[in-house]
T-cell receptor, first 115, second 113 residues
Framework: GAVVSQHPSWVICKSGTSVKIECRSL??????MFWYRQFPKQSLMLMAT?????????EQGVEKDKFLINHASLTLSTLTVTSAHPEDSSFYIC???????????FGPGTRLLVL | AQKVTQAQTEISVVEKEDVTLDCVYE???????LFWYKQPPSGELVFLIR??????QNEISGRYSWNFQKSTSSFNFTITASQVVDSAVYFC??????????FGAGTQVVVTP
C-alpha cells in the first residue's frame, strides 16, 4: 500500500516552455500533497503544500506564479513549471499523505532538464 | 524553527561492517515526528521508519536499528552487517503536526565489497 506515482519521470524541454508534472496517490486518498525540489548532491527542499480543494501554500522564496500547483482531487496533484529556464532544471519530488497518516509517501521523482 | 543536522557527509565501509548515521534535531514543538528515508541512485525516496515524540522506544528491523534519545535530541540509525545494496543517501527528517518535513543534509553511505 501507500504507492505514489509521478509522471513523467524525465522531461527535457526548451527554455520558455511550460512543463506539467503529475503526482498521483494510487491506493489511498491524499488529503495533503507536498512538492519538493532537489538539486544534485543536496537535500530536499519543500516548495509547497497543497490540500485537496484549497490553494497551495508556498514556502518562502518559491514563486507561486512560476510553480503552479493544483490539487483538484484526492488522488491527483499537478505542478506546472511555467516559462521554464535552465535554472529550473532539477529533480522534483512529490509526496502524499492521508488524513490518517503521519507518514508521507514519496513519488519516484521527475527529472527536469531545461535547455 | 525546526532544524535537522546530519554532520556526516559521507561514510565508507567495507561489506559486513556496521555503520551508524547520526541525526540531531531542533524543535520547539512538543509533538513532532522523526523519520529516516533512503535514497538510492535511482532517486526514489524509500521510507524506513517514523517515530513520534512520545515514543522513545528503540526499534530494530532486520539489520536496521534506531536509537531515539530526547535528552540529546538525537535519532541515530545503525545498519548492521552492511551490504553493497545499502549504498545510498540516507536522510533524517523532522515534521511538525502539520506534516511539513524538514530534511537533514543527508549522509552518503558507500559500501564496498
Amino acid at each position: 500500500g501507500a504507492v505514489v506515482s509521478q509522471h513523467p519521470s524525465w522531461v527535457i524541454c526548451k527554455s520558455g516552455t511550460s512543463v506539467k508534472i503529475e503526482c498521483r496517490s494510487l491506493d489511498f486518498q491524499a488529503t495533503t500533497m507536498f512538492w519538493y525540489r532537489q538539486f544534485p548532491k543536496q537535500s530536499l527542499m519543500l516548495m509547497a503544500t497543497s490540500n485537496e480543494g484549497s490553494k497551495a501554500t508556498y514556502e518562502q522564496g518559491v514563486e507561486k506564479d512560476k510553480f503552479l500547483i493544483n490539487h483538484a482531487s484526492l488522488t491527483l496533484s499537478t505542478l506546472t513549471v511555467t516559462s521554464a529556464h535552465p535554472e529550473d532544471s532539477s529533480f522534483y519530488i512529490c509526496s502524499a499523505r492521508s488524513a490518517a497518516q503521519e507518514t508521507q509517501y514519496f513519488g519516484p521523482g521527475t527529472r527536469l532538464l531545461v535547455l | 524553527a525546526q532544524k535537522v543536522t546530519q554532520a556526516q557527509t559521507e561514510i565508507s565501509v567495507v561489506e559486513k561492517e556496521d555503520v551508524t548515521l547520526d541525526c540531531v534535531y531542533e524543535t520547539r514543538d512538543t509533538t513532532y515526528y522523526l523519520f529516516w528515508y533512503k535514497q538510492p541512485p535511482s532517486g526514489e525516496l524509500v521510507f524506513l521508519i517514523r517515530r513520534n515524540s512520545f515514543d522513545e522506544q528503540n526499534e530494530i528491523s532486520g539489520r536496521y536499528s534506531w536509537n531515539f534519545q530526547k535528552s540529546t535530541s538525537s535519532f541515530n540509525f545503525t545498519i548492521t552487517a552492511s551490504q553493497v545494496v545499502d549504498s545510498a543517501v540516507y536522510f533524517c527528517a523532522l515534521s511538525d503536526s502539520w506534516g511539513k518535513l524538514q530534511f537533514g543534509a543527508g549522509t552518503q553511505v558507500v559500501v564496498t565489497p
